[in-house]
C-alpha cells in the first residue's frame, strides 16, 4: 500500500469513497473536495495499492485549536506557510472494501509524521536553488558538491505530470477555404460530407497536466 498525497485526478476515487460512507446530504461535495485538493498538497492524503483507492484523509492547517465549520466548506484557508497553527482532521474515510484492514491507522501515522516534520522544518530551515540534471532518476543539483535524488524529494502535484478528468459537451469549429478538408466518414466515403460542418464532441475525456521538471529547469527547494 503507497500513502502519497492527492492531486485532482483522484478527485472522483475520493468522492466515491465520501459516498460510500456518508450520505448524499453529509457528504463533502466534489467542489469543495476539489478546492481541498488544491489548497493542502501537503496534508490531503490518499491510499491506494494496485492502482486501486483505498481510503483518503484530510489535514487542514488552520490558527484555531478547536475545529472549524469553515474547515468545510471553499472558503477554508490555508495556514501551512505560516508559523504556528493547528492540524485538523476534518475527513478519514475509507472504502468498505478496504475496512478493518489498518487504512485509517497507516493514513493517521503518516500524517503524524507530516505533522513531525513540519514541527522539525520550523525550527531550522533554508530556501536553496537548485537545477534539474536528470528527470528519471530525479536528481537536482544544488552546488558543485550537493546533489538531491529522488527519494529526498515530496512533490507536490505541482511539479509532476498527473491526469485530469473534464467533462466537455461542444463541436468542433467549421473549417474550409485554403484547407484541405478531405476525410471519410463512415458509410459515406470520401468528399460528399459539405466541407463547411462539425462534429460533436462531448462527455467524459481524460487530459494530462504537464507540470513535471525537465532538465535545465530551476527548483526552489525548502532543506
Do not use: C
Amino acid at each position: 500500500m503507497e500513502i502519497r498525497t492527492a492531486n485532482l485526478s483522484d478527485l472522483s476515487a475520493i468522492y466515491a469513497i465520501e459516498l460510500e460512507n456518508f450520505s448524499s446530504e453529509e457528504a463533502i461535495a466534489q467542489e469543495i473536495l476539489a478546492r481541498h485538493i488544491e489548497l493542502f498538497p501537503s496534508t490531503f492524503l490518499v491510499a491506494e495499492q494496485d492502482g486501486q483507492m483505498l481510503g483518503f484523509l484530510e489535514g487542514p492547517v488552520g490558527p484555531e485549536r478547536h475545529l472549524q465549520d469553515s474547515s468545510f466548506t471553499l472558503s477554508v484557508e490555508d495556514y501551512s506557510a505560516q508559523s504556528g497553527g493547528y492540524i485538523s482532521i476534518t475527513s478519514l474515510s475509507v472504502s468498505k472494501e478496504a475496512q478493518k484492514k489498518g487504512v485509517g491507522k497507516q493514513l493517521l501515522e503518516a500524517i503524524k509524521k507530516i505533522v513531525s516534520n513540519m514541527l522539525e522544518n520550523s525550527k531550522l530551515s533554508k530556501l536553496e536553488f537548485g537545477t534539474v540534471e536528470s528527470v528519471d532518476p530525479l536528481k537536482i543539483r544544488i552546488d558543485q558538491k550537493k546533489v538531491i535524488n529522488a527519494s529526498q524529494l515530496m512533490l507536490s502535484h505541482l511539479v509532476r505530470d498527473y491526469y485530469v478528468d473534464i467533462t466537455v459537451q461542444h463541436s468542433t469549429d467549421s473549417i474550409y477555404g485554403a484547407w484541405d478538408t478531405s476525410h471519410d466518414h463512415p458509410g459515406a466515403g470520401k468528399n460528399v460530407i459539405p466541407i463547411d460542418h462539425e462534429h460533436e464532441y462531448k462527455g467524459r475525456k481524460k487530459i494530462m497536466m504537464h507540470y513535471s521538471s525537465t532538465i535545465g529547469s530551476s527548483i526552489l527547494s525548502k532543506i
